[in-house]
């Protein structure tokens, strides 16, 4: 039996009177794909930004393999094998797609500290950087400049950035938002093949039901900061209380 | 075939640094001097400004580090300008290393604020420690002693001797500045300037990174200081001062802050400016201020950013980072 990869212990935050996370407890374990979800507002980017380190926590704790990171910087966190994307795209917008990629892989293979070496010379990094733009479909697109990229493949690299740095742990804030159908599906092909890989485990937060029902191992809901419901896709669907929240949503039928 | 143009347009700056040297009047030899002290200090500068992303109005500071570290030395311990230089330059390295500290948490207005109060107290410390500094009158009779490397003697006290250490230093720094703007590290340093919170999730310290750019800026702005005190035959307090670490940011913009040679272009530009402008007018600041402002405006990108515009407008797009022109 495996130790859980990330621990999760009576976790809370507020924003004035908005609470976004209300003693939140809960457990990841490896190689299970879990999705995340929840109406608006319901504390979804919040959990993710406190537990990648971009928020400060109100109280609880976080445990990474045991080891406490409650409070530790965004990089050591990413360094551990924690990761995330960005529900708005977050990427190097005056960079070559190429450079948007390795620089994450330059910090993977501890290189992004060589002064004097041209970056180019470095033939390891820049294998990694070409799988990684094939497996995200970015390629072709390797020489343009990010913010010249269309919306879709701006998200594709989001993604490809995220993977680039091989975490254990990913998290993925709606990573399908503003795509097209192809698109989409080739995400969610990477995610499933990757997690079936078993080096990263992912945890997802997602709004489109069909997405969300087909691909995970374990459905999390969350509203007004509190999990309402934690099971399997089965679980979810039959729970009254989701039912709740969604009331009116073809989707849970 | 680019790349052979590139190395024939390299061979004839050179001949033409070296003729200079060779041929050239005191007053040009000195005024090129000045040129390539400026595009020194510009050159590390615009690795923070133009790269990172950072804007410091405090570099003065660490230029007179390097003068008065060199000047110190030579007044007080050994006219061998090989050690004053070493020691200018690794005092304005730890200034670097020590503000820079402090300075790098913040970013934008609030970094920049800080580099300039830290700037101010450099220059009163130099001004008020009369005993150290010499306080308004600066170190003077700092002498141009032949630089003694043990097995060989260099002399630079003639003019046009010391323009080929000033130059050999140049090309030093030209060189290192290529390699760092071509390596990982100074690829790590756009992803800073275009999105800092994302480079925290490749797992790199930004604040790391920041002040390793601020120190080596630091470092090269110490050199220039040093290089500049040896010219001066002395250590000026004004050197120190906030409105000369305005001087690299100006010669970056009007260069090109997004490109390598643009430092270097802007220093040719600003010195010749001035020089003429001075010959012909008593508030030359006005019309320096004018046709600096004209340039900038005009010319987003600088000048030498603007000429390459001109040449490949059919390319659509190029990466801010990818060229080293
Ligand atoms: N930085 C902030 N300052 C103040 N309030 C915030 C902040 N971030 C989030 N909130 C509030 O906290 C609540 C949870 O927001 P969060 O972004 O986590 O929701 P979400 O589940 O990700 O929603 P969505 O599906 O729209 O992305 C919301 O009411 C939001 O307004
Ligand atoms: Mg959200």
Redesign the interface.
Known sequence: MNAPLLEIKRLSKAFGRVIAASNIDLTIDPGVLTSIIGPNGAGKSTLINML???LPVDSGRILFQGADITHL???HR??MGL??SFQVV???????VF?NI???V???HK??????????R?AG?REEVSQVLDRVGLAAEAQ??AS?LSHGDQRLLEVG??L??RPRLLFLDEPTAGMNPVERVRVLENIRGLSEEGKTTFVIVEHDMDIVFSLSDRVVVLHHGVIIGDGTTEDIQKSARVREVYLGEEVMT | MKRFWTYVFIALILAGLVSIGLFAGRFVVYLSMRVLILSIFALGYNLLLGRTGLLSFGHAAFYAGGAYGLGLISIHVTTNPLLGIIVGVGLACIMALVIGFFCVRHTEIYFAMLTLAFGMMVFSLIWNLREVTGGDDGLVGIVRAPISLGFASIPITKTSHYYFFVLFCFILTVALIYLIRRSPFGLVLSGIRENDRRIEFAGLSVRNYRLAAFVISGTFAGLAGALGALLESNANPFSAHWSHSAEPILVSLIGGIQTFTGPVVGSVVFILLREIIERFTQNWMLWFGLILLIIIMGLRGGVVGGVAQLFRRKRSHVAKSGGNR
């Open positions: 990648s380190g971009s910087p965004i990089h990413v360094r990761c995330r977050n990427i190097f917008p005056d960079l070559t450079d390795q620089i994450p330059l910090a993977v290189r992004a500290r060589r002064l004097f070496r041209p970056v180019a470095e990094v343009t400049v010249a950035i995220a680039a740095v």
